[in-house]
């Protein structure tokens, strides 16, 4: 049984627990991050610091401990955790107070850390026979780049997606533009041969491993395009993947059942997948020669 913080205290996660009337509860008013470990060693945390402030900032959430503190928790909880490779989960709510829709006075922001164990190696063998896609309408608020708990509609959208036979839920606004997926961004190599995903905006979540896609591709003198692209142009695209700290680079082969280019993993997604293991191997030491595919 694995080791939790709450808002100070470390202790088993079994036992880990908040007060009903935390907000995160009542009305999903917090943010949160979800980290890449291998190795015991935290991926791009930086990132992940900023998206938090940046969260937090939006939210008016305030009073949550420095960055420096907060990746002291972290090592500490990975350290409690003997933590090899898997996700470390940060979650800060507003706090707790009587339930009244308006921020209470005086109140605290209730901050939780937990870790599990995740098995990055069998994403090779996603990357090497990739997945199945299923578009599903885009049912979220309009404050997408804030990483809230409030993810009904993503929810919704999985679950969908995985009634179909999919991996992962494409989303599609009514406009047909593809914003990102359930819980992950989209990118797709288009009919002329562009790497494209969606610019930041409210519309997505600035994901992570996006950004450091982003950074791996130009370095390789990539062209990448912060462009918007709709469901046809999908149809039509020579590839289409996918990213996310769970999912770093993984190929969607197929969408609504239709293979996607010649329905296998593209030469664009695989290069880029390749990178970014070697980025991964750079941060924290982890190799993919040495995980079983
Ligand atoms: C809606 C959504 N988009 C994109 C992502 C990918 O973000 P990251 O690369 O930071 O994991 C996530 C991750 O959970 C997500 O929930």
Redesign the pocket.
């Known amino acids: 049984m694995g080791i939790a913080f709450v808002n100070g205290r470390y202790g088993p996660l079994a036992d880990a627990a908040v007060h009903v009337e935390d907000r995160g509860l009542q009305f999903a008013d917090a943010v949160y991050?979800?980290c890449?470990v291998l190795n015991g060693r935290l991926l791009d945390w930086d990132?992940?610091c900023w998206?938090l402030r940046r969260g937090l900032a939006a939210l008016f959430i305030e009073g949550v401990m420095g960055d420096a503190a907060l990746g002291q928790v972290a090592a500490r909880l990975l350290r409690a955790n003997r933590a090899g490779d898997g996700l470390l989960y940060i979650q800060v709510t507003r706090g707790s107070a009587r339930r009244d829709h308006p921020f209470p006075r005086d109140i605290r922001p209730t901050l939780i850390m937990t870790w599990k164990a995740f098995d990055f190696a069998a994403r090779l063998r996603h990357q090497r026979e990739g997945l199945a896609a299923v578009s599903l309408p885009d049912q979220r608020w309009a404050r997408?780049d804030i990483?809230t708990t409030g993810?009904l509609a993503?929810v919704l959208a999985k679950q969908a997606a995985k009634a179909a036979g999919g991996a992962e839920a494409v989303l599609v606004r009514e406009d047909g533009v593809v914003t990102?997926?359930?819980?992950?961004?989209i990118w797709i190599v288009d009919a002329a041969g562009v790497l494209r995903t969606h610019p930041l905006s409210a519309r997505?979540?600035?994901?992570?491993?996006?950004?450091?896609l982003i950074g791996l591709a130009r370095e390789r003198q990539m062209l990448v395009e912060e462009r918007a692209f709709t469901l046809d142009e999908v149809r039509s695209a020579r590839e289409l993947f996918m990213?996310?700290?769970?999912a770093p680079v993984v190929p969607l082969v197929t969408l609504d059942g239709v293979a996607v280019g010649d329905g296998r993993p593209g030469p664009v997604a695989t290069r880029l997948a390749d990178a970014m293991w070697g980025e991964i191997e750079r941060q924290t030491g982890w190799r993919v020669s040495g995980a079983a595919g």
């Open positions: 991050e979800v890449a990132k992940h998206r997408c990483k993810l993503n990102e997926g359930g819980s992950t961004n997505i979540l600035p994901g992570v491993m996006r950004d450091t990213t996310s700290t769970t």
